[in-house]
Structure formats: C-alpha cells, structure tokens
Antibody
C-alpha cells in the first residue's frame, strides 16, 4: 500500500513562496502514476493544483499555472510543490495524492494533509 | 473548466435508510472512444483526507462496502448509500477527470436524522 506524507512550513509570509514535499513509501515514485497536489481552504471544497508523471511531464491548473512548480526527486522517492507570490487566499490544507496509471484520473492514495497559513 | 454541481448541499437521513447524492457536470464527461464516464466519488470525514469510493462513475474501489454504489452517465450522476450506517457521516465529493483541470463538486454533507 502506497503511503504519502506531506512536510513543510506551516506559516508563509504574504508575497513569499510556499514549499511542500511529499514523501512516498510502499512504492516507487518512478512507477506508472501521476503525483498530484490538491488543496482545501478551511471549511471549503477541493481544488486541484497540478500533477507530475514519472517521466517529468506536468499538468497544472490554469488558474495557478503562473505560480506553480511541481518537481520529482527520484533519489529520495518524493515530489515537491512550490507556489510563489502567495496571499491569504492560498491558506489551505495541502494534500499530496497519487493517481494510478497514465490514463486514469482518480486519486487513490492521499497524504494526511499539511495546513499552510499565509500571514505576516 | 467543467463545473461540477452537487445536490443537495446537506442531507439528513435516518440510520438504515437510503441516502442519495447527485452530481451534475456542465458538460459531458463520457469519453465516446471507450464509453467510460470520467467521474469519481470521495468520502471525507472531519480532520481526514478524502477517501476514494467510486471511479469510472460506478466501479467501487477495493475495500469499499457494497452499500455504496455509483450510477449515471454523461452529465448526471448519483452516489447511493443503500442503508446508512453511523460511520457514513461525512462530506461527499464528486470529481471529473475528463479534462484538465480536474474539478470537484462543492461537497454534500451527510448527517444522521
């Protein structure tokens, strides 16, 4: 069973860059999977941020694309999210999630989530 | 973007009764070349990440109780819990993965009456 765990700062200053890492265990990040980031503002719904395939191919939400970078770190079996120029609207629980296979789209495995607050 | 709209926003059902949650997409998520609907359902309990219940609109994820079922095609979908159990209290989300960006419904909160 694939296990995912997010880590990173819980507080980011406005205009700064949010950085999170998702450690993958129980499976290889080089497997046929899309590795995703999804966020959820407190008390609200889910917003897909973007994804990366083991080949390095990426897809991003157009609403965030200019500020988002998702990278793979195969040597450490993890992937990362960077979101620049953050504002209070970026305050949310950030989840990493795995989509199995190239042609599927459902999120089969999720991390527990990491709350990131944007505040000075 | 495809807009996913769930109804109702909240629902209270008695234990052992049927619960029905609807999800409507702003355009069809049926891919004609493989006749599959690119629609999933998730359950989220407080303080927990979402849990996958259903994909391809009606395929139950391994380990999910068979009281959960998904139906529908094209733009209209339904998640049915045939006999509500106390542990089913949660928020339920639908998700389309037909196009990028994938999008989620706003969620339906299910409570015990």
């Amino acid at each position: 069973q694939v296990h995912l765990q997010e880590s990173g700062p819980g507080l980011v200053k406005p205009s700064g860059t949010l950085s999170l890492t998702c450690a993958v265990s129980g499976g290889s990040i080089s497997s046929s999977s899309w590795w995703n980031w999804v966020r959820q503002p407190p008390g609200k719904g889910l917003e897909w941020i973007g994804q990366i395939y083991h080949s390095g191919s990426t897809n991003y939400n157009p609403s965030l694309k200019s500020r988002v970078t998702i990278l793979l770190d195969e040597s450490n079996n993890q992937f990362s999210l960077k979101l620049s120029s953050v504002t209070a609207a970026d305050t949310a629980v950030y989840y990493c999630a795995r989509v199995p296979g190239y042609s599927s789209g459902w999120h089969q495995n999720w991390g527990q989530g990491s709350l990131v607050t944007v505040s000075s | 973007d495809i807009v996913m709209t769930q109804s109702p926003d909240s629902l209270a059902v008695s234990l052992g009764e049927r619960a029905t949650i609807n999800c409507k997409s702003s355009q069809s998520v049926l891919y004609s070349s493989n006749n599959r609907d690119y629609l999933a359902w998730y359950q989220q309990k407080p303080g927990q990440p979402p849990k996958l219940l259903i994909y391809w609109a009606s395929t139950r994820e391994s380990g999910v109780p068979d009281r959960f079922s998904g139906s529908g095609s094209g733009t209209d979908f339904t998640l049915t819990i045939s006999s509500l159990q106390a542990e089913d209290v949660a928020v339920y989300f639908c998700q389309q993965y037909y196009t990028t960006p994938q999008t989620f419904g706003q969620g339906t909160k299910l409570e015990i009456k």
